[in-house]
């Protein structure tokens, strides 16, 4: 395990056949580097919520038979507060990785805490072109969707803005989960800011969705990391959850 060199939906997590990417001309450089290949790893971060310590996060992809892979997140809240706010939480989605970009294929939530218990499964048939949820959900988000190229699950929407991102990019996707659909457009900063892991410093891009309304997000990321540096959630203007990267590493 190494300590981050260079670092959150977080919970609602390709190519232009996935998602509509505008990238403005930048010169070449660190921050404008080819779009990065799918690997392997598994990050460890520190979760908080309204700034307080609430617990840790583990966010991995995990390679599987060609062309599929497996992003999971898992945050392990801390007793009281956490249990209360239901922040254990275990999300994964299974997709592929192909010419098409990153599609989903299923997708998975489960929550506990002291004062709810609840799990959803869903599945993506793109010969159908529908998705579906099943378990602990309103009825309506439980009717079939229509799916269209490019759909992601919230997980996969985190991947590919630490693929996309460019020096003012906006980058639009359109999120699919638990029966919900949602476009989402980010506008990535037009240069990079420094942000300090313990005694050291580095430069990262700052990634913020335009159009969340009162539930913003706001993603960071680093150039040769694979998974983002923070993911920050806000609700009505203050900061809610909130992961910081501790350390990756690359797995077979």
Do not use: C
């Not at 038979?65 to 009281?80: C, H, Q, S």
């Not at 098409?100 to 929550?111: D, H, I, K, M, N």
């Not at 099943?134 to 997980?155: A, E, F, I, N, Y």
């Not at 580095?202 to 969705?209: C, S």
């Amino acid at each position: 395990m190494r300590p981050f060199p260079a670092l959150a939906l977080l919970l609602a997590l390709a190519g232009p056949a996935i998602a509509q990417v505008g990238i403005a001309p930048a010169p070449a450089g660190p921050e404008t580097e080819a779009p990065r290949t799918l690997e392997p790893f598994v990050a460890r971060y520190d979760a908080r919520y309204r700034g307080k310590p609430a617990g840790n996060a583990t966010l991995q992809v995990v390679r599987q038979a060609p062309p599929r892979w497996r992003v999971d997140l898992g945050i392990d809240g801390e007793k009281g507060m956490a249990g209360v706010l239901g922040l254990n939480v275990q999300q994964s989605t299974v997709f592929e990785s192909g010419d098409a970009g990153y599609r989903p294929l299923s997708q998975s939530t489960v929550r506990k805490g002291l004062f709810l218990g609840r799990k959803s499964t869903g599945t993506y048939d793109w010969v159908k072109a529908t998705a579906q949820w099943r378990g602990d959900l309103k009825k309506r988000h439980q009717q079939p969707v229509p799916l269209q190229p490019g759909d992601m699950s919230g997980l996969l929407i985190n991947l590919a803005i630490v693929r996309d991102a460019r020096p003012g990019a906006v980058l639009r996707y359109r999120f699919v989960e638990g029966g919900r659909v949602r476009d989402h457009i980010y506008q990535v900063a037009a240069a990079s800011e420094t942000v300090s892991v313990g005694e050291l410093s580095y430069d990262v891009l700052r990634v913020a969705r335009t159009n969340g309304g009162n539930d913003d997000t706001v993603v960071w990321v680093a150039a040769g990391v694979p998974t983002p540096v923070r993911i920050l959630q806000r609700e009505d203007g203050e900061d809610a959850v909130d992961l910081h990267l501790i350390e990756y590493e690359g797995t077979p």
